[in-house]
């Protein structure tokens, strides 16, 4: 069974839409943090609708930098990946989220997939509270958002449910997607260096990662031809010495 607290914010979904959900669900969970990202465009990466707090944030443009983590793992096996003490992960597993995320001060992550079979929509993340694992009263709670998340979700891809009260995918793509810039990017890179988009993203990333930079702003750097992939010798370059 789920908590009240829960069962409340279950019941303000079904009236309020997703939007706007992300601290009374990190409330009910009892949770450091709770971030919600769905899958959109061609690459299908993961794109944030809401996070609380800042550090949930903070992690999530971790994950998405780098391309590994709990959420990363979770989407792919379509399986909550629940990981409460990240300090008795292998290193070998996500070698560099965990170093990055010990230090941002993340101490252990749960991540609950949303979708239907082999359908695939996002994925909820949740924080945990260092001084209190969570119980199975939390993972209740999570697993019974992340369904609710995802109806919520599913439900905004059909046309003829558009004026229903309830926002759902296709309403929240406008006005959530803040990292247009990275497909856009990698597009870019994958006609510079001739190679495969998948390939062009893991450059990108790499590249990202070794500058210690967020993706979106090494991104945005590649749209506005700030920063050019030239060949795998010589690297990127910016065209103008650097000085934008």
């Not at 609708?49 to 992690?59: E, G, I, K, Y």
């Not at 230090?103 to 079979?117: D, R, S, T, W």
């Not at 059909?158 to 929240?172: A, F, I, Q, S, V």
């Amino acid at each position: 069974m789920i908590s009240e607290g829960m069962a409340e914010v279950l019941r303000s979904l079904r009236l309020s839409g997703v939007n706007g959900a992300a601290q009374a669900s990190a409330r009910a969970l009892g949770a450091e943090g709770v971030a919600l990202s769905v899958l959109v465009g061609p690459d299908r990466l993961a794109e944030p609708l809401w996070c609380h707090s800042q550090l949930s944030a903070r992690f999530e443009e971790l994950q998405f930098t780098l391309g590994e983590g709990p959420a990363p793992d979770a989407i792919r096996t379509g399986a909550p990946v629940l990981e409460p003490d990240l300090a008795r992960v292998r290193p070998e597993r996500w070698p560099a989220l965990l170093p990055a995320a010990r230090k941002m001060g993340v101490h252990g992550v749960c991540c609950f997939p949303l979708g239907i079979g082999a359908i695939r929509v996002g994925v909820l993340t949740m924080l945990c509270d260092r001084a209190r694992p969570p119980d199975d009263q939390q993972y209740a709670d999570a697993t019974a958002l992340a369904a609710a998340l995802t109806m919520a979700c599913m439900d905004g891809e059909h046309p003829d449910r558009r004026n229903n009260k309830t926002p759902g995918l296709h309403e929240l793509h406008t006005s959530f997607l803040h990292r247009a810039a990275v497909h856009q990017a990698t597009g870019m890179i994958s006609v510079q260096l001739g190679v495969p988009m998948e390939i062009a993203l893991l450059r990108l990333r790499a590249h990202a990662y070794s500058g210690d930079r967020p993706l979106g702003e090494v991104a945005q750097d590649v749209v506005a031809r700030r920063l050019r992939f030239n060949d795998d010798k010589s690297g990127p370059h910016s065209p103008d010495g650097g000085k934008g």
